[in-house]
């Protein structure tokens, strides 16, 4: 694993961090698109496994994931080239952008970011058709992936996700038989000593900065951002009145910056986390600035990066088990259901209004599925079609 691959991840995760738009749920899509279809870096079930150990973890979850791939591809490196290549544009961006947002509160562009959210409803949409075909294909797996849909459409719970999870590895066990999962095993280069050995620095990092930190001084910044990201279940837009505790309360920054940067974190590719750059920047005196972008950016991804880490070689040895394959075939089932349950509910109902919408996604999907065309060329349809109906 040389510097050729970890220039391979920067430059796959530098377009995916300019162009993924749609939040958490729709990124899963952009990374299956990128790196199980396209690169073929790991197979559907491996992508599948490393979604519920992401999912599983407290933290932002598709940059968990993204770290991840990034890690298995490239090592260490390759996993810090993925998290600076797709989080780098988004955090840049935010600084223009809260700027900007006043005057992109017009109707185009309102439209804009209306059409941005459409794209999201056609990568997710993609994702969960091929993901079914591929992770359920007989009565069992199916039916646990509707067990997994009923249940979050009905339990609005961020901790429902787990729930499901767990559900559905024990029926994996009691109702599904595979064979040897040895063949699709997620694997990186190093082992459980050093796995625990983050995991112990995580919890030093969760239990002593508070200890450390005094009023308004940099350690203080940092303990703000270290904790909000490592206490968030659900996905990233859970972060948010988190940091709102963190960072309005203590008088940091003051209510109306803080919803012109949660504005502008809706409407930028990349993570949601990636708002912590603006927040960090808005700080009073010398912790603001680049030093506190920088500072707070680095502090809210470090703890799910730490976890993922750790727990990445542990599921690895976890699935050495006969067992685990049962098991896994049942979590790959609900795994279907919860992006199938995440399509519906915040995307569909947040984003289709009128039957036009339908129509845009119809297309859209059609462009991706059957015609094989760029996801840039979708951005591009979904984004000009509404537009040109909000201008009509």
């Not at 450390?212 to 279940?233: I, P, R, T």
């Not at 098991?327 to 279907?336: K, S």
């Not at 339908?358 to 840039?376: D, E, K, T």
Request: include cysteine; charge should be neutral; charged fraction near 10%.
């Amino acid at each position: 694993m040389g510097l050729n691959s970890v220039a391979e991840v920067f430059v796959a995760f530098l377009k995916l961090g300019l162009t993924s738009f749609g939040g958490p749920i729709a990124h899963i899509g952009y990374y299956r698109q990128a790196f199980v279809e396209k690169r073929r870096w790991l197979s559907e079930e491996q992508f599948s496994q490393l979604l519920v150990l992401c999912q599983f973890l407290p933290g932002p979850a598709s940059s968990q994931m993204g770290f991840s791939l990034g890690l298995m591809r490239a090592g260490w490196l390759g996993g810090i080239a993925a998290f600076i290549a797709f989080t780098l544009p988004s955090a840049l961006l935010l600084f223009a952008f809260a700027q900007w947002l006043p005057y992109l509160s017009d109707t185009v562009g309102q439209a804009m970011i209306h059409g941005l959210k459409l794209v999201a409803l056609v990568v997710v949409a993609q994702a969960v058709w091929q993901m079914a075909a591929k992770l359920t294909p007989d009565r069992i797996r199916r039916a646990i992936a509707l067990m997994a849909i009923a249940f979050l459409l009905f339990v609005a719970h961020p901790l429902a996700q787990i729930a499901v999870v767990i559900f559905s590895a024990l029926l994996g066990l009691l109702l599904c038989r595979e064979p040897s999962p040895q063949s699709t095993s997620i694997t990186v280069n190093y082992g459980p000593r050093l796995a625990w050995s983050l995991l112990i620095l995580f919890a030093v990092l969760l239990l002593g900065l508070p200890l450390l930190a005094n009023e308004n001084s940099l350690l203080a910044v940092v303990d703000a951002f270290y904790h909000a990201g490592a206490l968030v279940f659900g996905g990233g837009h859970v972060v948010l009145p988190l940091l709102e505790h963190s960072v309005v309360e203590p008088g940091w920054v003051a209510a109306d910056e803080y919803l012109a940067g949660y504005g502008a974190a809706q409407a930028v590719p990349g993570p949601v986390f990636s708002v912590a750059a603006y927040l960090g920047a808005m700080l009073p005196g010398d912790n603001g600035g680049l030093l506190g972008a920088s500072l707070a950016l680095v502090a809210i991804f470090l703890p799910g990066f730490l976890l993922v880490s750790a727990m990445l070689p542990l599921w690895q040895t976890l699935q050495n088990y006969p067992l685990a394959a049962s098991a896994i075939a049942g979590v790959n089932a609900g795994v279907v259901g919860l992006l199938a349950a995440a399509l519906y509910d915040p995307i569909w109902v947040s984003v289709v209004h009128q039957f036009s919408d339908i129509i845009i996604a119809v297309i859209g999907l059609l462009m991706l599925q059957l015609w094989r065309i760029s996801a840039l060329w979708i951005v591009f349809w979904c984004v000009s079609a509404s537009i040109v109906l909000t201008l009509l």
